[in-house]
């Protein structure tokens, strides 16, 4: 299993696949690929399952068990977030890998507008994307600015506790869902009582949840948490759609006050093969935003964003990708099929960039079947 994960880690993946009846696999570059040749049996992912339970307990439960969430440490390689379900009737994994050392908003080169949102007094700030966009590492970055920079209380709730933070000039408390408190709904009217200056929440998933996040930020609180939405105006509509008709006029009145900003993301395949890059939405809630928001005016935000560019630092997809393009991280083609407004993307980098050809799209190396690595667990490993 360490040589696996190991080859696994050193081939840049980002989560490994174990399944009965398949092989290893392992998203490299945004692809599912195999590392071995030979299939698992329900046995070894029932060993497997075994070894990466944290508890007694859990794991006398093994066989009831239908999802379960967790984290494991690979000492050497990293920490893990793993999830065991069952699958007709058998076990199955995934475990998503968690560096060690958390990374900083430069490293994953983020918009410069980030350092000023996490440098927030009060209001709430969404990271949002779909699953597997980096919205954990940007949260991470966040909380690591702040807290070398700042004399603050942190305090994280997370199912399960992703990256670890060491005190710096903050004071980090991190808490698990399902081992420090019961969900995330009373870790956070909590954590209210326990003297926070900065909470972060892994994921807001109701409207308890969203009322009791826009109270903290109402009250004076920065508080960061995600959504699984595509955009900053999706976003909006998200939250309020949370509520009932009846109250969402109020929701979106206190939206407006309590918002203050929203980072989307894409993690996009970069021009040269190897790996991706983070292409960002960033929305600040200016006056005139605000306003917006208040009056149901969702749709006039994008144009907003895009034309606060210059005085606040925002920007819309369409121009982070345009900038990726320009600076040979993507290609034109990845960039146009990742638009918000493919039709205007075009147009508008055809009139800035005339002239002037996108890169082409190296083809993936195929991985080939050779003697490879052999692992002490008898799984022979796919070259590449």
Known sequence: ??????????????????K??????????????????????????????????????????????TDHDCSWTAAGLGR????????????????????????????LRLPPALAGIAGAERGMVLVTGVTGSGKSSTMAAMIRHINERTEKHIVTLENPIEFL??????????????????????????ALRQDPDVILIGEMRDAETVDTAMKAAETGHLLVSTLHTPDAQSTILRVMAM?????????????????????????LPRASGQGRVVAAEVMLVTAAIRDLISEGRVGEIRDFIEEGRTQYGMQTFDQHLADLVRAGDITYEVALGAATRPSDFALKFKVLERGVAAPAIPAPEAATAGAGLQGGSGFDFLNG
């Open 1 to 18: 299993m360490e040589k696996i994960l190991r080859a696994a880690v050193e081939r840049g993946a980002s989560d490994l696949h174990i």
């Open 20 to 65: 009965a009846g398949d092989a290893f696999r392992a998203r490299i570059d945004g692809r599912l690929v195999p590392l071995t040749r030979q299939v698992l049996t329900h046995e070894q992912t029932r060993s497997i399952a075994l070894g990466l339970l944290p508890t007694e307990a859990d794991r006398a439960r093994i066989d009831d068990l």
């Open 80 to 107: 893990f977030r793993v999830n065991i379900m069952r699958q007709r009737g058998v076990l199955s994994i995934v475990m998503r890998l968690i560096p060690f050392d958390v990374p900083s908003l430069e490293s």
């Open 165 to 190: 933070h060491a005190d710096a000039k903050s004071s980090v408390t991190q808490r698990e869902i399902g081992v420090d408190t019961e969900s995330f709904r009373s870790g956070l009217r909590a």
């Open 243 to 267: 509520f009932p008709p009846e109250e969402q006029q109020v929701v979106r009145l206190r939206l407006a006050e309590s918002l203050h900003a929203v980072v989307s993301q894409r993690l």
